[in-house]
């Protein structure tokens, strides 16, 4: 479960309870919190670094990307996970198993998405 969805499940059980019960102000302040830590994203990280195919450094300027391959950006933390589409998994399975895409099965789906989700659960704690 996520921090997110714990906070959901969260003000629902207190929106809930207050339904029920004598509203409390604590309650009331609890549900705002978590509301509003909801609505803090994470705004767009900025790198911390950059390398190419021989170096590394903490200033972008101090490498050249024309003899020694791109300069790519580093980051203290991944990138939220990006999920594949539908048409994206097709392309996937009809490459490695050099079939057409009408040969695709729906279980071949099922298990592409299955190993989306472990490779979430194992990248995201």
Known sequence: MTKDEALKMAIEAMIFHTEQTRPLKV?????????????????????????NDIAFSMEKDELTADKFGDIIPL???????????????????????????????KE???VAYAIEAKLREKNNG
């Open 27 to 51: 309650t009331a302040v609890a549900i705002q919190a978590c509301k509003e830590a909801l609505a803090e994203q994470p705004t767009t990280q900025e790198p911390v670094a950059w390398m």
């Open 75 to 105: 980051y203290t933390h991944p990138k939220e996970w990006q999920g594949l589409s539908d048409e994206k998994i097709k392309l996937v399975i009809t490459t490695a198993l050099d079939i057409n895409v009408i040969d695709i099965t």
């Open 108 to 110: 071949e789906i099922v």
